[in-house]
């Protein structure tokens, strides 16, 4: 199946400070990326809907300008945590798709703000 | 709401066969899919289904849907150790294929 790297896979930050994550679809084009998160022991949860090109769509109940979008290219997407404090420690998951049946997920990004 | 509902632990026998259930809320769901998530890692996607399809086989996984009953369930085999793991459901909202509405999740054990 086709492959979607993330990176980094865990990160400790302090908080106050932002932070980047990165989603790449590796050998295929995706126009749509999503962004998820996990909290410990829960379910994902998605954040937003990732366009190339054009803005974001975020979920109700998820900050715009805390967790910035940017799909500049057809393979990259990067969620940005700013000013992050330890209540953004989570499990972040990218996926992407390359409009078949199924979503490719990445490794994921364990967050860490301390 | 989207609330995807599902047992929160499964403890089985290796050799037994396991049978986790989902109940999910959005009936134009194109798909439903079927994830793996083990400790600390990203999703594996196990096997999905078409909502115009009521039993989908693929090696030890049996998927069955009801449609009626918005019921979805997967069945495991033969159950392995390496089958631990936690295992969600999700449903495509509004038919829009790759966003998904993950299940709360259901934690397999499997003793020796």
């Known amino acids: 199946g086709a492959v979607v790297s993330q990176h980094p896979s865990r990160v400790i930050c302090k908080s106050g400070t932002s932070v980047k994550i990165e989603c790449r679809s590796l050998?295929?084009?995706?126009?749509?990326m999503f962004w998820y998160r996990q909290f410990p022991k829960q379910s994902l949860m998605l954040m937003a809907t990732?366009?190339?090109?054009?803005?974001?769509?975020?979920e109700q109940g998820v900050e715009k300008d805390k967790f910035l979008i940017n799909h500049a290219s057809l393979t990259l997407s990067t969620l940005t945590v700013t000013s992050a404090h330890p209540e953004d420690s989570s499990f972040y998951i990218c996926?992407?798709?390359?409009?078949?049946?199924?979503?490719?997920f990445g490794q994921g990004t364990r967050l860490t703000v301390v | 709401g989207e609330d995807v509902e599902q047992s929160l632990f499964l403890s089985v026998r290796e050799g037994d066969s396991s049978v986790i259930n989902c109940t999910y809320t959005?009936?134009?769901?194109?798909?439903l899919y079927w994830y793996k998530q083990e400790p600390g890692a990203g999703l594996q996607l196990l096997t999905y289904?078409?909502?115009?399809?009521d039993m989908k086989q693929d090696q030890r996984l049996t998927v069955l849907l009801n449609k009626k009953d918005k019921h979805l369930s997967l069945r495991i085999a033969d159950t392995q150790t390496g089958d631990s793991a936690i295992y969600f459901c999700?449903?495509?909202?509004?038919?829009?294929?790759?966003?998904?509405?993950f299940g709360t999740g259901t934690l397999l054990a499997v003793q020796p």
């Open positions: 959005d009936s134009s769901s194109t798909y």
């Open positions: 999700a449903e495509s909202p509004g038919g829009a294929t790759n966003k998904l509405i």
């Open positions: 050998d295929f084009q995706a126009t749509t």
């Open positions: 990732s366009n190339e090109g054009s803005k974001a769509t975020y």
């Open positions: 996926s992407a798709s390359d409009r078949g049946t199924e979503a490719f």
């Open positions: 289904i078409f909502s115009n399809m």
